[in-house]
């Protein structure tokens, strides 16, 4: 516990470095909304992924990535010891999260090329009924580097000591079309 705790307040320390270094930016905040999403544009490398509404992402898209603010959430969760507990609060975060996230892409300079958004995470069950649609990296490299670099947040969002034959997740990509995307959490602006 005192070395997960340690861990942790490491990372707070250094989070800042890497906020700047990876040229994410937080999206607008407000008092009711705790968003837990930093994001940045990006242009999509991977292979191409046809969506459930027939959106076509393709080599130099561009996408929305979205990455989770890990060492905050982690703070948050850690005086819970219930997995599914842990698991019902991260989806509800990740909920009242994505509406900001639709007004935000509604609002963004480059609205109109943005054809969704990404996000990397070993973390994808139930990811579904939020509307992401999960898909396997298909670069063997990138998927071990993913793996490697998300390994420490999996090893610290686990109980204090996972069976021994539970299996590491491995990373996947999450989808969203734009158009999904502000489908079901859109905001009709004028």
Not at 156 to 169: A, F, G, M, V
Not at 176 to 188: A, E, V
């Amino acid at each position: 516990m005192r070395m997960r705790l340690f861990f942790i307040s490491a990372w707070s320390t250094i989070d800042p470095l890497y906020y700047l270094c990876t040229r994410l930016h937080y999206i607008e905040q407000t008092r009711e909304n705790a968003n837990i999403f930093r994001v940045r544009l990006t242009r999509y490398k991977g292979r191409e992924v046809i969506l459930s509404d027939g959106t076509i992402i393709k080599k130099n898209d561009v996408l929305v990535k979205i990455h989770l603010h890990n060492v905050r959430l982690l703070k948050e969760l850690q005086g819970f010891n219930n997995d599914l507990r842990k698991t019902m609060i991260l989806y509800k975060k990740v909920k009242e999260s994505l509406p900001h996230l639709a007004l935000y892409i509604q609002r963004h300079e480059n609205e109109k090329e943005i054809k969704g958004i990404v996000g990397i995470t070993m973390l994808n069950k139930g990811c579904e009924r939020l509307g992401f649609e999960p898909y396997t990296i298909s670069s063997r490299t990138y998927k071990w580097f993913k793996q490697l670099a998300l390994y420490p947040i999996y090893l610290l969002s686990t109980p204090k000591r996972p069976p021994k034959n539970r299996k590491t997740p491995s990373p996947k990509y999450l989808f969203m079309s734009k158009g999904s995307l502000l489908t079901k959490y859109g905001f009709h602006i004028k």
